[in-house]
T-cell receptor, first 116, second 111 residues
């Protein structure tokens, strides 16, 4: 099946710093990628839809100036958590959308962020 | 009300048992339905799609009742390796084909 990678797999940072997470589709191109966040014992919550060559679409309640998304190529989307705070500590997961032969999302392995 | 609701469990069952998970969804316009499996600290992985006619994949059987907006997953002859969280997932074609995840049902299969 299709492979999606994320980097880094985990990061610990001080409050106030910015953290960039990369999501790559390794053997296919994806015009659409999705960014999710999962807090302990909760479901995955969609943060935004990342569209190659255009602005991301953010879900209600997600601050676009805090969570910067760039989808500069068909195989790479980045999520930057700006001025991270402890409440941003979470499991961030990306997925890449494939439409053929059928609509499917392939998930990356996730990035665990801990903000001290 | 959450768009996708599941009993969080945990379900503790002995090896070899049959276990059933239920899920309800609130958006009657939902078009596609899935069960995903998520292991601790890992990403979710697609277990199976769910079709109106019901479908089976080995020990796993999924059912969909559109009238009741209800989805089920049956696991027969459960194995230790089935221990995971099972996520009920719905896709609505309106609004960009986004996936909506339930909170998951935790399964622990024991010796």
């Amino acid at each position: 099946g299709a492979v999606v990678s994320q980097h880094p797999s985990w990061v610990i940072c001080k409050s106030g710093t910015s953290v960039k997470i990369e999501c790559r589709s390794l053997d296919f191109q994806a015009t659409t990628m999705f960014w999710y966040r999962q807090f302990p014992k909760q479901s995955l919550m969609l943060m935004a839809t990342s569209n190659e060559g255009s602005k991301a679409t953010y879900e209600q309640g997600v601050e676009k100036d805090k969570f910067l998304i760039n989808h500069a190529s068909l195989t790479l989307s980045t999520l930057t958590v700006t001025s991270a705070h402890p409440e941003d500590s979470s499991f961030y997961i990306c997925s890449a959308r494939v439409v053929a032969p059928q609509e499917t999302q392939y998930f990356g392995p996730g990035t665990r962020l801990l903000v001290l | 009300r959450k768009e996708v609701e599941q009993d969080p469990g945990p379900f503790n069952v002995p090896e070899g048992a049959t276990v059933a998970f239920n899920c309800t969804y609130s958006n009657s316009a939902s078009q596609s339905f899935f069960w995903y499996r998520q292991d601790c600290r890992k990403e979710p992985k697609l277990l199976m799609s769910v079709y109106s006619s019901g479908n089976e994949d080995g020990r796993f059987t999924a059912q969909l009742n559109r009238a009741s907006q209800y989805i089920s997953l049956l696991i027969r002859d459960s194995k230790l390796s089935d221990s995971a969280t099972y996520l009920c997932v719905v896709r609505n074609t309106g609004g960009g084909n986004k996936l909506t995840f339930g909170t998951g049902t935790q399964l622990k299969v024991e010796l």
